[in-house]
C-alpha cells in the first residue's frame, strides 16, 4: 500500500456509481449492495445466480454503498508475476482496505461500509466489486466466531467437506473428483461454529464466476478441513495442533485485511483444531481420496 494515508482521500468520494439496490444472501447473512449502476448489477446476478436478489433488505448484516473512485485506483500496477494483493490498516479508527481496483472502508454507522471502484477497464467490474465483498465477509466470519478460507467444499450425505490452499493446490480439481457430490463453491469457504461442533454454508464465490439459480442457503454441518497437496498416491497426514494451527492459518483468506481481528482470528483456528478434524490430504487426480476422508469421525466436543 501506498505509505500516504488513503482515509482522507476517500472521505471526499460520495457519487453513487447508479440507483440500483440488491441483497446477497450467504447462509443466514444478508448483505446489502446499495448505488450500483444497472448493467453492474445484471452482471451481479449473472454471476451469484440466486444468492443475490432486488428486493431490498431492511435489517442487513452489513451494507456496502457503492460510490465512484479515481481512475488511478489505489495500489502501484502489480510487478511482472505478482498475485492479486489486497491491504487492510486502520486510518483515524476505522478499517481500510485496499486493492488495484477497489478501496472498501468502515462508515461511522455500524456496519456500514462503502466501496469506491476505480474507473478502468483493465478488471471486470463485477470482478472488483467480488473481491471487496469476499473481504467483508471473511470480516463478518471473524466477528461470528468463525473464519474463512481459500478453500472449496462439497456436500456428502448432508455433511460439508472443505479442500484448502493456494492457488494450484488443487481444490477445484478436489470438487471435480468428488463429482456427483454438491460443491459449495470450489474456491472460498465460511467456517462457522455451531451447536455441536461447526459448519459451512454454500456460497457465490466460484471460479467458474456463476452460481445456481436456486442455491441451498442452508449451513451444512462440518466434517473436517483437508489442506491439499499433489502426489502420487492418496493418504492423510495428521499433525499435532501447533503445525495444524499454523497450517490452517496459512489458508485463511486475507488475515492481514483485519488487523484489529487478528488475535481474535488466531484463537478461533486454533480453537477448531483443537476440536474439529483438519488434516493434510496428499492426493492424485483420482477419486480414490474419499475413502480417506469418511474413515475417520470428527472428534467429540
Known amino acids: 500500500m501506498r505509505e500516504v494515508e488513503v482515509l482522507p482521500r476517500l472521505r471526499g468520494l460520495r457519487e453513487a456509481t447508479g440507483p440500483d439496490v440488491r441483497t446477497l444472501r450467504i447462509g443466514g447473512w444478508r448483505f446489502s449492495l446499495e448505488g450500483l449502476e444497472a448493467h453492474l448489477a445484471a452482471r ?169 439459480d436456486r442455491p441451498e442457503f442452508e449451513a451444512f454441518p462440518l466434517s473436517g478441513i483437508w489442506r491439499l497437496f499433489h502426489a502420487e498416491t492418496a493418504r492423510v497426514e495428521r499433525l499435532d495442533s501447533a503445525r495444524a494451527a499454523a497450517s490452517l492459518m496459512a489458508c485463511v483468506a486475507m488475515p492481514w485485511t483485519h488487523p484489529d481481528l487478528a488475535e481474535q482470528l488466531l484463537r478461533q483456528v486454533e480453537r477448531f483444531v483443537g476440536r474439529s478434524r483438519f488434516e493434510h490430504l496428499h492426493f492424485r487426480r483420482a477419486p480414490d481420496f474419499w475413502p480417506l476422508l469418511k474413515s475417520g469421525a470428527p472428534r467429540s466436543t
Open 44 to 212: 451481479l446476478e449473472r454471476r451469484w445466480g440466486g444468492f443475490l436478489s432486488p428486493a431490498p433488505c431492511a435489517s442487513p448484516r452489513a451494507s456496502i454503498r457503492i460510490v465512484r473512485g479515481p481512475k488511478e485506483g489505489w495500489l502501484d500496477p502489480p510487478a511482472r508475476g505478482e498475485r492479486y494483493r489486497v491491504d487492510g490498516r486502520r486510518e483515524g479508527g476505522r478499517i481500510v482496505i485496499v486493492s488495484y481496483n477497489f478501496a472498501l472502508w468502515q462508515e461511522e454507522e455500524a456496519g456500514a461500509w462503502r466501496c469506491a471502484l476505480a474507473a478502468q477497464e483493465q478488471e471486470p467490474a463485477e470482478r472488483v466489486l467480488e473481491n471487496a465483498v469476499r473481504c467483508l465477509v471473511s470480516r463478518v466470519a471473524v466477528e461470528e466466531g468463525g473464519f474463512a478460507l481459500h478453500a472449496a467444499g462439497v456436500v456428502d450425505e448432508g455433511r460439508a467437506y472443505l479442500f484448502a490452499g493456494p492457488s494450484r493446490a488443487g481444490k477445484t480439481t478436489a470438487v471435480a473428483l468428488s463429482a456427483p457430490r454438491t460443491s459449495l463453491g470450489d474456491d472460498f469457504a465460511i467456517v462457522l461454529e455451531s451447536p455441536g461442533g461447526y459448519s459451512a454454508p454454500t456460497v457465490p464465490f466460484d471460479n467458474a464466476e456463476a452460481a445456481p
